[in-house]
């Protein structure tokens, strides 16, 4: 008897690291969106030197602003459509594969992500930034510090100097303590933001934890200890991230 093995529907353009698996923060919401609807998907990892020239071969339109080409992207098979963008990626994954279904904004969700930006978010760029360059490949990495470091004015290494990590925690303590009050307003509902179903939300804050135990796991378990509200939902999302390539 023949058996039938079901193909890729989707090709998930990821950012490529020497341990081979998903560590950025942005493609690990859609992966975890493709995990948690069973959609079946196979990733393409793209070094950072090669997502622009990668995604322009594509016919991939440009995005306005100055990064004109990002991943996480998406080539929905089906009907041969390419997809760049997280938030155009999820909408359209919503709409083609309704159930289960993810709750893709609210405004506790909406409220949480814009703090965790403002909050964690200059936290992260001090502390994973320096670290990030150890699972990029010679040549990524090269590109990686060159571009940052113009960009920024100043060497990676820098960014760790002296008591710069502990002074960004110290000053981002308040703004977690809100933001733990948040995550757990609908805990008594279950372990996710709106209760026992997870949300786009949930797998943002699940692929920023999650990348960030992958490049730095002190910062990883810091988050963890002064926002104690995402253990749960880092915890309730682990099933998704088992298929990581």
Known sequence: MATHIIGPEVVLYDLA???????????WRIRLMLNYKQIPYR??????????????????SPALGEKKYSVPAIH?????????DSDAISKFLEFTYPKPSVQLSSDLGTKIEAQGRATLGPVLSITVPPREIDHLSPRAAEYFRRTREVRWGRTLESLIEGDNEEQAWIAAKEG????????????AR???LLGAKPSYT???????????????????????????????IYKACLPWMVKRD
Not at 206 to 228: D, L, N, P, Y
Request: a negative charge; charged letters at 25%; glycine letters at 4%.
């Open 76 to 84: 929905y098979l089906p009907s041969n459509k390419y997809i760049m």
């Open 202 to 232: 949930d797998f943002f804050i699940a692929g920023v934890m999650e990348s960030t135990r992958i490049v730095h796991e002190a910062s990883f378990r810091r988050h963890m200890k002064e926002v104690e509200g995402t253990q749960a």
């Open 43 to 60: 990733t393409v990892f793209v070094e950072f030197p090669d997502i622009e020239p990668t995604l322009k071969a594509l016919d991939i």
């Open 17 to 27: 690291c020497i341990d081979g698996e998903c560590f950025s923060p942005v493609v």
């Open 190 to 192: 279950g372990p996710f």
């Open 176 to 187: 977690m303590k809100e933001q733990d009050k948040l995550i757990k307003t609908n805990r």
